[in-house]
């Protein structure tokens, strides 16, 4: 890259990098699901709590829970179970 530096030397050349970082959304819901079936609850960010007014910062997974045993049964999965 033409970049040397050392105790006796100079900098040749500085190179700018940029890295640009694209989140996958079903990839994001996936783990933040296993998050939650794993761990039971997850707290978030206070500034999240009070920009809408939640009562608490932290969130259960009961209502995930339910819905797996509710859909055993059924041929389409609204929660994968992996």
């Known amino acids: ?24 959304a079903v990839y994001l819901f ?3 699901k296993e998050c939650l079936l794993n761990n039971k609850c997850v707290t978030i960010p206070d500034i999240l709590q009070e920009k809408y ?3 608490t910062n932290i969130v259960h997974a009961n209502h995930l829970e339910e819905l797996l045993n509710e859909q055993k049964d059924l041929d389409f999965l609204f929660i994968k179970i992996i």
Not at 1 to 24: D, F, P
């Open 30 to 32: 996936k783990n933040v």
């Open 1 to 24: 890259m033409g970049i040397t530096a050392g105790r006796h030397s100079q900098i040749n050349k500085i190179v700018i990098l940029q890295l640009y970082i694209i989140a996958n």
């Open 53 to 55: 007014k939640l009562p």
